[in-house]
Structure formats: C-alpha cells, structure tokens
C-alpha cells in the first residue's frame, strides 16, 4: 500500500515524495500543469529509442451530465491524443477537457476542432511536424473562447488553462518535445461591455530528447510517484522501471517496456482517482521502425462531434435598424463530416436585443441583454447563461418546460398554439446565410 492517501479529492503526500514530484519534468520548456482537477492524465516517455505519448479517456463534469443513456459525473469518450503527422502527436489537459457546467452543447469543442484541424490520422507529411502547435493554436483559440463564456468570469485563470505537449521524431530520429500553454483574460465586449474570454498562447522551445526524459501533465502525482521511484507497487512494469531507474539505465529502456509502464501509470492512477479513467489512449513511436497509435472505439466519431457553429459577439440588435442587428462580425466553423445543407447552431455572445423579437430555439445565448424583447419559443432546446432579461414578453408552446431555465422567471409568459416567427425575427431556425468556401477558421461579415 502507498504511503500516501487521498482526501477529499486531493492527492496527499510526504513530504519527500511532493520534493521528488517538483523534480519530475523541470525543464525550463517543459511544464507539469499547475491545475490539478482537470480530469486526465497526459504521459510522454522518451529516450533515445523513441518515444511512448498516452493518455486516459475520462471527460469529468462538476455536475452530472449526459453520457449515453445515463446523467453522472464523468464519460470516457474524450479523445485527448491526436496523431499530427507520421511522426508525431500531441496530448492535451486542462480547461475544456471536461464538462464544467453539467453538460453544455459546447462540451466537445475543442476535439472537435483538433478532430477537423488533423482528422484521425493527422496531417499526411512530417513537413509541418515544427508548426503543429501554431496550427493549433489558430485552430483552437476560437473554440476555446466560446468553451471559456459559459464558464463564470470570477473563475482562477488556471482553471481555464489548456495544455498541449507535443512529441515527435526529427530527421535522425530524435525525439523533439514542445509546449504550448492557452491562458484566457476577460475583456469588456459590446454595447453594454459584458465581459468575454480572450486567449493568448505561450510556445516554449523544443527539447531534444537523448536520454530518458518523463513529462505527466494534469492528476500526475501517482505518475510522478512512481517515475522517482517513490511509489510502492507489485505491478511488473513498476518493478522493472524501478530496477531500471537504480542501475542508471533508463536511457536504454526498450519502447515495449516503457509503453507498459506508461498504462501501468494510468491505471494505478485509476485506483485512486474518478477523474482519470476509460480506456487507454497510446502512441508508440520508434525512432527506426514502424508507429503504433492506438484510440479506443468509445469515442465519438466526427459526426457525433459538435454541431456547426456560427458566433457572433458585442451585437446591438434594435427595432429600427434594417436588418436589426446591422452587419457585425462572427467567426465560424464548417467541415466535411457535415452536410453543407446541415443547419448550424447560432452563438450570440455579449449582445444586446433591444425592442425586437428573438427565436431561442437550438441557439446559444451567452452573457446577453435583453429590453424590451419578445422570446419566441416552440419548445425546443436552447442554451442560456449569464444572460439579463428585462421587461421581457416570452411566447411559448404547451411543450416548452420553463423550469428547465430559471434565467426566463421574470419574463411575462403568452401561452400560445403556434408561435409566429417574422422576418426580422433574430436567430430564427431556416434562415439563408452566405456560406464562404471553406473549412475552418474563416471569417466575414454577415448579420445574424
């Protein structure tokens, strides 16, 4: 039995084995994470013969949320490795690889990016292996703002970090590891100054790797445990990693036994924690020979992923403008596991709707005032949160279960048999667009 225990949730260890943790990965480019509730466990491995890259399945919620057929506090069915090129790949941790609010349609986001930025097997040359995280940096910092608006303002910016490390193999053969941190500050958007994420990004600088070198980012102390060899275990690839370690011989450690200590680590991390689970995610990637890379069949295949998404920040949206909302900036996503005729989601972020009707059907509402507006609603789901209702008129069908969103108490209700939508109704389902060629990251300028 370890000497250390958890409580509450947290990890508690002595003193000597938290010292021998702050010795684990302290390369002046390469960071644990600072955040321990981010519900996974990333691993990289690497020596001279290459590198093993894992991590566990689990996408945890603080409140209990949908996950098949069953509302609980955790899914394993978040892809949290991706193959970037033949010879590299990349793990993240942190913000965004959970489900914070109890499940929003903004929950798969981010993979859903990456799964479109780099598809399933990853880009088809080892030619931008060096730009990888700069690619993800654009594909990712929309994504993530939207993910970071449902979260609460007052919220650490720690608690909203993302990192991502990414290992690949030179010319020669040699690992390569890299960094990138994604930090958010909240900035005044809109008319009425409603505040909304904005994200910056650190790149460190790479690492080659010649000798034995671990890097675990998220829940890592078991990990970092068991990598100082403080960690007390019967497991056969902890004890052959900790012979290793006393002989001075890691730096030959064969890839076959580094990547059975690499899901040794997840799974003795599993016993002791609910927040890292499901099944293995694993890369193998020698530095002469063929790359195994392995994702389980419980993850969400591209269609399952988040719907399209239009999003539109700062509107101010009155009744005597033509059309109500002028034209205003948005940015969006579209990608080929889509149908072009698929209807997208609207995401209106620290807006303002002034005298005008609003359709909330399949929409998303973030950090919007409402004055004056008349709320149509047939029934259907929509997404509402930090949003401010005033003098608000709110039409709805015998279907629509007002409980479900308490922001709608102080609206005056209208029941009625069918609920009439008008041209100038903002957000309205069917409604024609200018859709640019394209498939990520493109930006214009359309109205709502």
Request: hydrophobic share 40%; aromatic share 8%; glycine share 8%.
């Amino acid at each position: 039995m370890p000497n250390w225990f958890l409580r509450s949730g947290v990890l508690i260890l002595p003193l000597a084995a938290l010292t021998a943790t702050m010795a684990v990965a302290q390369h002046a480019d390469i960071r644990p994470s600072a955040t321990l509730a981010t519900g996974t466990l990333n691993l990289i491995l690497a020596n001279k013969n290459g590198f093993i890259i894992a991590a566990d399945s689990r996408m945890s919620g603080e409140k209990p949320f949908q996950c098949g057929y069953k509302s609980q506090l955790h899914c394993d069915n978040s892809q949290k490795l991706f193959r970037s090129t033949p010879h590299s790949a990349f793990v993240i941790a942190g913000f965004a690889v959970g489900s914070r609010v109890g499940g929003s349609p903004l929950d798969l986001t981010v993979a859903s990016a990456l799964r479109k930025g780099f598809g399933l097997t990853g880009l088809p040359t080892d030619e931008q292996a060096g730009e990888v995280l700069k690619l993800m940096e654009a594909f990712l910092t929309d994504p993530l703002t939207g993910v970071a608006a449902i979260q609460d303002p007052t919220t650490p910016a720690q608690n909203l970090s993302l990192t991502a490390t990414l290992a690949r193999l030179n010319d020669n053969g040699v690992p390569i590891l890299q960094q990138m941190r994604m930090t958010e500050t909240w900035t005044p958007v809109g008319p009425l100054n409603a505040l909304v994420p904005r994200y910056n990004s650190t790149i460190f600088r790479e690492v080659p790797v010649t000798k034995f070198f671990p890097v675990s980012v998220g829940i890592s102390f078991v990990a970092d445990g068991i990598l100082q060899g403080v960690y007390k275990s019967n497991d056969p690839a902890i004890e052959n990693y900790n012979q290793k370690l006393k002989a001075n011989q890691l730096d030959d450690m064969p890839l076959s036994e580094m990547r059975a200590l690499a899901l040794a680590i997840l799974h003795e991390t599993e016993k002791l924690t609910d927040y890292v689970g499901g099944e293995d995610q694993v890369g193998e990637f020698p530095a002469k020979g063929e790359v195994s890379f392995r994702l389980p069949d419980t993850l969400l295949s591209n269609k399952q992923l988040t719907a399209r998404l239009m999003r539109w920040e700062g509107l101010s949206c009155t009744k005597s403008k033509t059309p109500p909302c002028g034209v205003a900036p948005m940015s969006f996503t579209l990608d080929s596991a889509h149908p072009m005729n698929e209807p997208f989601t609207k995401f209106f972020m620290a807006s303002e709707f002034k005298d005008i009707s609003v359709a909330l059907d399949n929409n998303i509402f973030v950090a919007d005032t409402f004055d004056g507006a008349t709320l149509k609603w047939h029934g259907g789901p929509f997404f509402s949160y930090r949003n401010t209702f005033r003098n608000c008129v709110l039409e709805l069908t015998r279907n629509a279960q007002v409980s479900l969103y308490p922001e709608l108490a102080g609206c005056h209700l209208e029941l009625k048999d069918v609920v009439e939508l008008t041209p100038d109704t903002v957000g309205r389902s069917g409604q024609t667009l200018p859709l640019p060629p394209g498939v990520f990251g493109i930006q214009r300028d359309y109205g709502p």
